[in-house]
């Protein structure tokens, strides 16, 4: 253990020691493998305060004096008593929106981090003698700050119901900044040591904090609360939804819990019902595909596939789709769940597994309702899939979704799931497969020559690419987080169904066939051509595109 080297000269300096004491205090240090500061103060060769004065100095750090300390009731209330002793961290004043902390070791200023997310503003470090500063802990834990109990001992739990109770107030701020971030999802994550805490921004996952793993219990607890879940059930997934109020906007925010091996894990689902609709030109759906898309939502009756993974958009681009088709003269019924957004003008369902309100029984049920449109969420199994085919035979129009890896591998899809081939030739319009790739920041993105190699790898022949294309790549500034990306769009794969198509799928032919028939003679352009013309238009980068359509 070491202190800085120009420790022992301020210490000369400032009348603090003279050579002989600095000298003896030196060795013993070496001896005990203690720094020269704690070693004066062991062996009783100088003042903690006057030694602490200098240690401050060294490190360029502010010097707290204990006797002319005053704690701001306003900064005391800032942090919880438990993790003010955790931490050896005293709040003692709050300045133009910067808490200032005591902290008796100089190496410690690492705490800043995490007492700034618990505080929710800045926070800046200063030194104070460690006697003084665990004596003014001790008082404070005595009941000078109304912050106890917050974190039972231990994170048993949580005590206090009030809105200014920390716990509370590191929910609401954690939610309010994932939504200022733009992010969609919010994790949280238990580990031996430490709780994790990400924001998935733009579809990529980004750490935001390192919180102590004494949090997690009172953490659960209060998001449990929030969604409706039972707090004594640790042992089983569960799933809640928590409607919320940030910055004046209804968000609701679908909860995930799975127990793991650390504790339980949380996922959170981001959904602002005002910010969530877009049209289809927004979403960079353009081209020969979306006209042809939205030929195939003007038809009177069918079954309308949007497939892809987890998060790639599906839903949004099905609401795109029903808003081009809300008028007066159409009525639209959807079966969700759950309802992500509020469409004015539409009859929105909610599934409810509970009361056994489930896809299949909402379906039959809103066919008696006459209407002219019918979303169902997602098509789960062979029961919820003939209800929607039979819908589409009798003159309805049935927009769906399904979890397959591209358009063709949807019908197939369909028949595995029990639905007659020919029922399914007769009933799909249409499959539109779809991911969402990140938009390169327009602030910084910078032209690049790409080679050869990486133009094949994303489709493009360069001796056949035009003259005047540019291609950026992405750079990262401030206004993107230095991620060089900001928002995002959809690459699609449009397969309208031809006779051919039809034919092909009443006689079972494999998904291979159908691919290969849709890309060379049904006008099928893949995700990556799409994307590829993406790249050429300069919304987005070779190594993004590559990176969602690899697997593809």
């Not at 939610?175 to 990400?198: G, K």
């Not at 198509?501 to 006689?507: Q, V």
Request: with cysteine; proline share 5%; net charge positive.
């Amino acid at each position: 253990m070491s202190s800085p080297a120009n420790l022992s000269r301020l210490l000369l300096e400032g009348g603090v020691l003279d050579a002989d004491r600095l000298k003896k205090a030196e060795g013993a240090a070496q001896q005990r493998g203690q720094t020269l500061e704690r070693a004066i103060v062991a062996l009783g060769l100088a003042e903690e305060n006057a030694v602490w004065r200098c240690l401050a100095k060294a490190y360029g750090l502010k010097f707290v004096d204990p006797a002319k300390l005053q704690i701001a009731p306003e900064a005391a209330k800032k942090l919880p008593i438990d993790q003010i002793e955790q931490n050896e961290a005293l709040p003692v004043l709050l300045k133009d929106g910067v808490l200032w902390v005591a902290i008796d070791d100089p190496l410690k200023t690492f705490v800043a981090d995490n007492l700034a997310f618990l505080a929710g503003c800045r926070v800046q470090c200063a030194l104070m003698p460690p006697a003084a500063l665990k004596d003014q802990i001790r008082k404070l834990r005595g009941g000078a700050v109304p912050t106890t109990g917050a974190f039972g001992k231990g994170g048993k739990g949580v005590a206090e119901d009030g809105e200014d109770a920390p716990i509370i107030r590191l929910v609401q701020k954690t939610l309010d900044e994932a939504l200022d971030q733009r992010a969609s999802d919010v994790h949280v994550e238990p580990f031996h040591t430490r709780l994790r805490i990400r924001y998935r921004i733009d579809g990529v996952l980004k750490e935001i904090a390192s919180l102590d793993a004494g949090l997690l219990a009172p953490l659960t607890s209060r998001l449990k609360i929030m969604a409706g879940l039972d707090i004594a059930e640790k042992r089983k997934p569960q799933d809640g939804r928590i409607s919320i109020k940030s910055r004046g906007r209804d968000i609701d925010v679908r909860t995930s819990v799975l127990p793991g091996s650390h504790g339980e894990t949380i996922v959170m689902r981001l959904l602002d019902k005002e910010r969530g609709l877009m049209s289809l030109e927004a979403l960079g759906f353009d081209g020969v595909d979306r006209d042809r898309f939205e030929r195939v939502i003007a038809r009177p009756n069918g079954i309308v596939l949007v497939t892809g993974p987890t998060g790639s958009g599906k839903t949004t681009t099905l609401y795109a789709a029903l808003q081009q088709l809300n008028r007066p003269d159409v009525k639209i019924i959807t079966a969700e769940d759950p309802v992500e957004f509020n469409l004015r003008g539409i009859n929105q369902c909610q599934v409810k597994a509970r009361i056994g309100l489930s896809f299949a029984r909402i379906l039959r049920a809103m066919l008696r309702q006459a209407p002219n449109v019918i979303l169902v969420g997602e098509i789960r199994d062979r029961e919820t899939a003939e209800i929607a085919v039979q819908a589409a035979l009798t003159g309805h129009l049935v927009f769906s979704t399904l979890h397959t890896n591209d358009a063709p591998s949807a019908i197939t899809r369909l028949c595995d799931m029990g639905v007659k081939p020919f029922l399914v030739a007769a009933s799909v319009q249409a499959v539109l497969a779809q991911r969402l790739v990140r938009v390169v920041c327009k602030e910084c993105r910078e032209p690049m020559v790409p080679s050869d190699v990486e133009l094949r790898s994303i489709g493009i022949d360069p001796a056949g690419m035009p003259a005047n294309t540019t291609i950026y790549r992405a750079v990262g500034c401030q206004s993107c987080e230095h991620t060089g990306y900001r928002g995002r769009i959809g690459i699609y794969e449009m397969m309208a169904m031809d006779e051919g198509l039809r034919e092909m799928t009443f006689r079972g032919e494999p998904m291979v066939r159908l691919r290969e028939y849709a890309f060379h003679s049904a006008g099928m352009s893949t995700l990556s051509q799409d994307g590829a013309r993406k790249v050429m238009s300069g919304r987005t980068t070779i190594q993004e595109l590559l990176r969602v359509t690899a697997a593809v």
